[in-house]
């Protein structure tokens, strides 16, 4: 079957850093996507990987590994407004529907 | 570029009548669209995949007869919820892929859907 796991929630203080992981099981792979949800909004794309390595885009960077289906999302200097659910996602099938993660909820302490 | 819009945003409507959800790609053709539902702390729910001018394919447990999609151009596809019950109050959210293009799913901003 085709599964995604994440940690279900995780705290961390405003100015640090955080790692969010993720593993994947799927049939076939096109690639990973890592979306920011905030409460009553839509997901905002943050990262999407095909290869193996990390990938920084400014405060976020995110990693891939292939061979051990493994991804991680790294958060540099918290803010407050970081605190959001945080998704991985794998695309599938030949429309490229996204098999998605339970969601990561990122709570920021001061 | 890449925009996708959602109409309405919110929206409250009595047990037994129908709601209609648009869902619009605003600069770009999308040839696939996607339905998700999200229920308060949970995850997306991929309801089902349209494709420009075919029949929309549902995901397992999602009744096709109750909720009716709708891709007759590739920049819009439509969810009608069909007789809705207060069961089915939750956020509805639409995404679009370019046509020929990357992988990439753009998001729509979702429609909140409470039925009383």
């Known amino acids: 079957g085709q599964n995604i796991d994440q940690p279900t929630e995780m705290t961390a203080t405003e100015g640090a850093i955080v790692q969010i992981n993720c593993t994947y099981q799927?049939?076939?792979?096109?690639?990973l996507f890592w979306y920011q949800q905030h409460a009553g909004e839509a997901p905002t794309f943050l990262s999407y990987n095909v290869l193996d390595g990390l990938e920084e885009k400014g405060r976020f960077s995110s990693f891939l590994s292939r061979s051990k289906g493994y991804s991680y999302l790294l958060l540099k200097e918290l803010q407050m407004k970081d605190s959001a659910s945080y998704l991985c996602a794998v695309p599938v099938d030949s429309n490229y529907q996204l098999i998605w993660g339970a969601g990561t909820k990122l709570i920021i302490k001061p | 570029g890449a925009v996708v819009s959602q109409h309405p945003s919110w929206v409250i409507c009595k047990s037994g009548t129908s709601v209609k959800i648009e869902c619009r790609s605003l600069d770009f053709q999308a040839t696939t669209m996607f339905w998700y539902r999200q229920f308060p702390k949970q995850s997306l729910m991929l309801m089902a995949t349209?494709?420009?001018?075919?029949?929309?394919?549902?995901e397992q447990g999602v009744e096709k007869d109750k909720f009716l999609i709708n891709h007759a151009s590739l920049t819009l596809s439509t969810l009608t919820v069909t007789s809705a019950h207060p069961e089915d109050s939750s956020f509805y959210i639409c995404s679009a892929r370019l046509a020929g293009g990357p992988v990439e799913q753009y998001f729509g901003p979702g429609t909140r859907l409470t039925v009383t």
């Open positions: 349209s494709n420009e001018g075919s029949k929309a394919t549902y």
């Open positions: 799927t049939s076939g792979f096109n690639g």
